[in-house]
């Protein structure tokens, strides 16, 4: 019997061997192969987990039935074990609606995000997203927002994340216009700039321009908006004039 504290390399190649068969085979040779495996086994102080991680710690073939390494995992938390599993859980694509809040009890949310926030800003390709927004949008995600969401729970605490921190990263400005054309000119400059709807807001004949701009946009629009706003006036008496040659030739 060799010691269950360093087993022997040989042994355990062995014990994979026959493990793969048993997994593989039917009928006779499933039935001497798992004879094989469970006197390996018992006789060298071995259990399936020793053979692969997240296999059951039981030393009888059959608890491998209907068995999922997330199983092996879970029944790790609350252990010293316990990091390593989470590690693991967060990227299994099959957890169920209880397994996942059971993981996301144990879980730091804002702690994982701002462990990887610096690489999803890398990789985000978001010129206005900062590392900083990802770890604000971190700090205030819910557990249960996650357990509801149907993708592996890293991937969707990673999309999550980015969806509110690109909405922290281009907070909402209240752009004055000095009359119902200024505040167009304003809401078309803003749409031509980012691609993105812009809203105009009258009050008691007083316009604004409501615009989700982050830094970088709001530097460029005010730029563009100070190069060529004198020229509105100008552009809008050549539509004027455009506007009735067409209303003219139509008749």
Do not use: C
Request: net charge negative.
């Amino acid at each position: 019997m060799s010691d269950p504290a360093f087993p022997d390399p040989a042994i355990l190649n062995r014990a994979r061997g026959v493990l793969n068969l048993f997994r593989g085979a039917a009928g006779g040779e499933r039935v001497a192969a798992r004879g094989a495996l469970t006197r390996l086994l018992s006789t060298h102080g071995l259990y399936l987990d020793d053979l692969e991680a997240g296999l059951p710690h039981s030393q009888n073939p059959d608890d491998l039935e209907g068995w999922r390494p997330a199983l092996g995992w879970l029944a790790a938390l609350g252990t010293d074990a316990q990091d390593d599993a989470l590690n693991r859980l967060i990227e299994v694509e099959d957890l169920s609606l209880s397994e996942r809040r059971r993981v996301l009890e144990r879980l730091s949310l804002p702690a994982l995000v701002a462990s990887r926030a610096a690489g999803w800003r890398e990789t985000a390709a978001d010129p206005e997203l900062e590392e900083v927004h990802l770890i604000q949008a971190g700090q205030a995600l819910g557990s249960e927002q996650v357990a509801q969401d149907t993708r592996p729970v890293a991937e969707a605490v990673r999309q999550l994340t980015l969806q509110a921190a690109w909405l922290l990263a281009r907070p909402e400005r209240r752009l004055k216009a000095s009359n119902a054309l200024h505040a167009e000119f304003l809401a078309g400059l803003v749409e031509g700039l980012t691609q993105r709807r812009a809203r105009i807001e009258e009050v008691l004949g007083s316009f604004t321009v409501l615009a989700r701009l982050g830094v970088g946009e709001l530097s460029r629009f005010r730029s563009a908006a100070a190069q060529h706003e004198a020229r509105l006036d100008t552009e809008l008496l050549r539509a004027a004039r455009r506007f009735g040659k067409d209303v003219g030739r139509s008749f």
